[in-house]
């Protein structure tokens, strides 16, 4: 129960609503003013000129003109980030995490996005961010359609939202608190908050019109009108009634960290702290499975505190583990945020006020004034003139005798006139996005030309495009929070995938947290195990598609055998057609040269290994020749020692080295047993009859005869 004050306040709605206007004091005022200022600017439509100012002009019958060079930069910058689709991956970390269950766990999250929209969010985020300096996401579950609840993203207004006025970093874990303020009817209040919250709501007798005029606030955008005394008496229709339901009340969602005793999950093995209450039973039971203990610790809490001006509707710890509002600033420097458009208003009104001047100038060149004697004209008087003097083909009749009518000169355009206007232009180039951007090149220059140059310009884009990045990671790790708790009982998706061989589109039915009774576990349980998160881009469709498609004819040319399957799923046609294509496709016939050249390949493989044992027997043969060679002439030099000089000097003038160490000297005296014994020739090799005493001569004799002979053929006794 909250405590009543004298003055009508509780505490705590006291301290949502101080908070309120603390935030306010510090900045978002201001904010605010400038952020209407940077809508109208990108608009346009009469909002690029301040309503003092076209007043003047309109006195004064000088035009007001606006040549609107903002929306067509931001609508490209805008295009180039629909045309960049981001992709949620998941690998695993720790835990009961596995490659599996990241790949289900990534499926998920894609099925989640495509269900709540997400591009098209992300578009109004960007957007946001762009022209108004920030953008914020508000993710949480809504349990309305499901009452097992469905993720759900909102895209808020800027000006709604009051970021901690103290803090300076991007991560929202950073801030101390976030207020989303608003103007909700008793209905709304009960839809949000319960009926509970409206009767208190309704008690307070503090409604006022959603107009903010008490606050000193700039009007939101809406589709009305509510300047009043231009557009009709609005105020006519609203009724004092207590049962008038277009009564509204200020709303101050105020979520603040506190720091607090808290019951927690231990993890020994990673030291990791987890809060209790932040986990569902399944991850308790898997955490004291892997050791885990219960202990109190200090740690951080979101308290979630709702309130009215003077009656609090909502006080509660939240059930998320972070704020719901994810930011993204498009330029971020520690607390200082702006858009693409701020540096673009002083351009534009200069441009602006070029043009009107340049085109006021010329119409007073056409109706300058006359200079007329008095009672000079015979066919109109002077008012006449003044009305009809500039008109094409006049004719002034003047009395004779009388100075004739003449025109008076206009001024001259002033010299720079032109050049501020060219000037002015170029600056809001420089500060949004160049020429080549749009593909305004010319058509002189070629599609590729063009391409390459939309890439370059690009690097204009890359600090939005960087912080983009970093809301999306932001965003996706609070998916998979969001998921591992809330999407922890049975449920069943149709997942649509691509066939990698036909390229056709393939509907599955996808289970999680099924409990089969055999194991008594969970199959595809994606409660349990940590993830860490990948983001990814995809490049611009068509500059992305083109490449991949040049490259794969590319290496078609040069002998890559890229299938005709790949080379279709690459093509700019229609899925439709490429599956048509696909289904219809025929497998080309065998080249029947490409058997023949492997034939041919195998054949000359064939050829080498023969020529290289022919080259190996060579090889051997040579070194046995050599070895025989070599024991020949060391039986010649054992039996005659004198050769040995001759023989040196034979091989030194046929340019032979001698070897290092040198080999054994024939004259050094040879241990016993080395030596080479004599043979006795026979004289006479009759095998029939051979003389006595001398050997028979037999066959194994004549043997040894002839030009090759396994004896010392050298010697000769």
Same mark, same amino acid.
């Given at each position: 129960?909250?405590?009543?004050?004298?003055?009508?306040?509780?505490?705590?709605?006291?301290?949502?609503?101080?908070?309120?206007?603390?935030?306010?004091?510090?900045?978002?005022?201001?904010?605010?003013?400038?952020?209407?200022?940077?809508?109208?600017?990108?608009?346009?439509?009469?909002?690029?000129?301040?309503?003092?100012?076209?007043?003047?002009?309109?006195?004064?019958?000088?035009?007001?003109?606006?040549?609107?060079?903002?929306?067509?930069?931001?609508?490209?910058?805008?295009?180039?980030?629909?045309?960049?689709?981001?992709?949620?991956?998941?690998?695993?970390?720790?835990?009961?995490?596995?490659?599996?269950?990241?790949?289900?766990?990534?499926?998920?999250?894609?099925?989640?996005?495509?269900?709540?929209?997400?591009?098209?969010?992300? !578009?109004?985020?960007? %957007?946001? *961010?762009? &022209? #108004? +300096? =920030?953008?914020?996401?508000?993710? @949480?579950?809504?349990?309305?359609?499901?009452?097992?609840?469905?993720?759900?993203?909102?895209?808020?207004?800027?000006?709604?939202?009051?970021?901690?006025?103290?803090?300076?970093?991007?991560?929202?874990?950073?801030?101390?608190?976030?207020?989303? !303020?608003?103007?909700? %009817?008793? *209905?709304? &209040? #009960? +839809? =949000?908050?319960?009926?509970?919250? @409206?009767?208190?709501?309704?008690?307070?007798?503090?409604?006022?019109?959603?107009?903010?005029?008490?606050?000193?606030?700039?009007?939101?955008?809406?589709?009305?009108?509510?300047?009043?005394?231009?557009?009709?008496?609005?105020?006519?229709?609203?009724?004092?009634?207590?049962?008038?339901?277009?009564?509204?009340? =200020?709303?101050?969602?105020?979520?603040?960290?506190?720091?607090?005793?808290?019951?927690?999950?231990?993890?020994?093995?990673?030291?990791?702290?987890?809060?209790?209450?932040?986990?569902?039973?399944?991850?308790?039971?898997?955490?004291?499975?892997?050791?885990?203990?219960?202990?109190?610790?200090?740690?951080?809490?979101?308290?979630?505190?709702?309130?009215?001006?003077?009656?609090?509707?909502?006080?509660?710890?939240?059930?998320?583990?972070?704020?719901?509002?994810?930011?993204?600033?498009?330029?971020?420097?520690?607390?200082?945020?702006?858009?693409?458009?701020?540096?673009?208003?002083?351009?534009?009104?200069?441009?602006?006020?070029?043009?009107?001047?340049?085109?006021?100038?010329?119409?007073?060149?056409?109706?300058?004034?006359?200079?007329?004697?008095?009672?000079?004209?015979?066919?109109?008087?002077?008012?006449?003139?003044?009305?009809?003097?500039?008109?094409?083909?006049?004719?002034?009749?003047?009395?004779?005798?009388?100075?004739?009518?003449?025109?008076?000169?206009?001024?001259?355009?002033?010299?720079?006139?032109?050049?501020?206007?060219?000037?002015?232009?170029?600056?809001?180039?420089?500060?949004?996005?160049?020429?080549?951007?749009?593909?305004?090149?010319?058509?002189?220059?070629?599609?590729?030309?063009?391409?390459?140059?939309?890439?370059?310009?690009?690097?204009?884009?890359?600090?939005?495009?960087?912080?983009?990045?970093?809301?999306?990671?932001?965003?996706?790790?609070?998916?998979?929070?969001?998921?591992?708790?809330?999407?922890?009982?049975?449920?069943?998706?149709?997942?649509?995938?691509?066939?990698?061989?036909?390229?056709?589109?393939?509907?599955?039915?996808?289970?999680?947290?099924?409990?089969?009774?055999?194991?008594?576990?969970?199959?595809?349980?994606?409660?349990?195990?940590?993830?860490?998160?990948?983001?990814?881009?995809?490049?611009?469709?068509?500059?992305?598609?083109?490449?991949?498609?040049?490259?794969?004819?590319?290496?078609?040319?040069?002998?890559?055998?890229?299938?005709?399957?790949?080379?279709?799923?690459?093509?700019?046609?229609?899925?439709?057609?490429?599956?048509?294509?696909?289904?219809?496709?025929?497998?080309?016939?065998?080249?029947?040269?490409?058997?023949?050249?492997?034939?041919?390949?195998?054949?000359?493989?064939?050829?080498?290994?023969?020529?290289?044992?022919?080259?190996?027997?060579?090889?051997?043969?040579?070194?046995?020749?050599?070895?025989?060679?070599?024991?020949?002439?060391?039986?010649?030099?054992?039996?005659?020692?004198?050769?040995?000089?001759?023989?040196?000097?034979?091989?030194?003038?046929?340019?032979?080295?001698?070897?290092?160490?040198?080999?054994?000297?024939?004259?050094?005296?040879?241990?016993?047993?080395?030596?080479?014994?004599?043979?006795?020739?026979?004289?006479?090799?009759?095998?029939?009859?051979?003389?006595?005493?001398?050997?028979?001569?037999?066959?194994?004799?004549?043997?040894?005869?002839?030009?090759?002979?396994?004896?010392?053929?050298?010697?000769?006794?």
């Amino acid at each position: 129960m909250t405590k009543q004050t004298v003055s009508g306040f509780d505490d705590v709605a006291r301290e949502n609503w101080h908070r309120y206007l603390y935030g306010k004091d510090r900045g978002h005022l201001q904010y605010m003013e400038q952020a209407r200022k940077c809508e109208g600017m990108y608009l346009g439509g009469g909002e690029q000129w301040a309503e003092a100012d076209k007043t003047v002009l309109s006195r004064q019958k000088r035009p007001f003109y606006e040549f609107n060079e903002i929306m067509p930069s931001i609508n490209s910058a805008v295009g180039y980030q629909i045309q960049n689709r981001m992709d949620i991956a998941f690998r695993p970390r720790g835990g009961e995490s596995d490659m599996d269950k990241a790949t289900i766990l990534s499926k998920v999250v894609k099925q989640v996005c495509d269900q709540i929209a997400l591009h098209w969010h992300e !578009t109004q985020l960007y %957007s946001d *961010g762009l &022209i #108004e +300096q =920030r953008g914020y996401y508000d993710i @949480r579950v809504n349990f309305d359609k499901n009452i097992k609840g469905e993720i759900e993203v909102e895209t808020l207004d800027p000006m709604d939202v009051i970021p901690d006025p103290d803090a300076k970093n991007y991560d929202p874990d950073k801030w101390a608190d976030v207020i989303i !303020t608003r103007w909700l %009817s008793l *209905g709304q &209040i #009960e +839809q =949000r908050y319960g009926a509970k919250a @409206r009767d208190k709501a309704e008690q307070t007798y503090d409604s006022s019109a959603d107009f903010g005029t008490l606050d000193a606030e700039p009007d939101r955008n809406k589709f009305g009108n509510l300047v009043q005394g231009r557009y009709g008496l609005y105020d006519a229709y609203t009724n004092s009634n207590d049962t008038d339901n277009i009564k509204r009340y =200020r709303i101050v969602d105020r979520q603040k960290f506190v720091y607090e005793q808290t019951p927690c999950m231990v993890y020994p093995e990673s030291g990791d702290i987890k809060i209790i209450a932040d986990m569902t039973t399944a991850q308790l039971a898997d955490a004291q499975a892997r050791g885990a203990v219960k202990a109190s610790r200090m740690r951080k809490r979101i308290r979630w505190t709702v309130s009215t001006y003077c009656a609090t509707l909502f006080d509660e710890y939240s059930p998320y583990e972070h704020f719901t509002i994810i930011p993204y600033f498009s330029y971020f420097r520690r607390g200082k945020t702006r858009g693409m458009v701020d540096n673009a208003i002083g351009p534009q009104e200069a441009l602006n006020k070029a043009v009107s001047q340049f085109v006021h100038i010329i119409n007073s060149s056409a109706n300058s004034g006359w200079v007329v004697e008095e009672n000079s004209l015979t066919n109109m008087d002077t008012d006449e003139l003044t009305e009809i003097g500039a008109m094409t083909g006049l004719v002034l009749e003047h009395k004779k005798g009388s100075n004739q009518p003449t025109k008076i000169q206009p001024n001259q355009v002033p010299t720079g006139v032109d050049r501020l206007i060219d000037r002015a232009t170029q600056a809001l180039k420089d500060v949004t996005v160049p020429d080549s951007m749009r593909g305004l090149q010319g058509s002189s220059v070629s599609g590729v030309a063009k391409q390459a140059d939309q890439f370059a310009s690009q690097q204009q884009l890359a600090i939005p495009q960087d912080n983009l990045a970093y809301t999306r990671l932001l965003l996706a790790k609070r998916i998979i929070k969001l998921v591992q708790r809330y999407y922890d009982s049975y449920r069943v998706f149709k997942i649509t995938d691509t066939d990698p061989i036909t390229g056709k589109e393939i509907e599955t039915l996808l289970e999680i947290n099924k409990f089969v009774p055999e194991t008594g576990s969970y199959f595809n349980d994606l409660t349990i195990g940590t993830y860490d998160v990948v983001i990814s881009e995809q490049p611009m469709h068509v500059t992305f598609a083109n490449s991949q498609f040049q490259q794969a004819l590319e290496m078609r040319k040069e002998g890559v055998a890229i299938p005709d399957a790949t080379v279709i799923r690459y093509s700019n046609l229609t899925n439709k057609d490429k599956h048509e294509i696909l289904a219809n496709i025929q497998p080309a016939p065998a080249d029947p040269t490409l058997e023949a050249k492997a034939e041919l390949l195998k054949a000359q493989a064939r050829k080498t290994d023969a020529d290289a044992d022919t080259s190996i027997a060579n090889k051997v043969k040579i070194g046995v020749e050599s070895a025989y060679a070599s024991m020949q002439a060391g039986q010649v030099v054992a039996q005659i020692p004198q050769v040995a000089p001759i023989a040196d000097a034979i091989m030194q003038s046929a340019g032979y080295q001698a070897p290092n160490p040198a080999g054994i000297d024939p004259n050094y005296p040879q241990p016993q047993g080395m030596a080479v014994p004599q043979v006795n020739q026979p004289t006479n090799t009759d095998p029939v009859m051979p003389p006595a005493p001398v050997m028979p001569a037999t066959p194994g004799i004549g043997e040894m005869a002839g030009i090759e002979t396994q004896r010392p053929d050298g010697v000769r006794v």
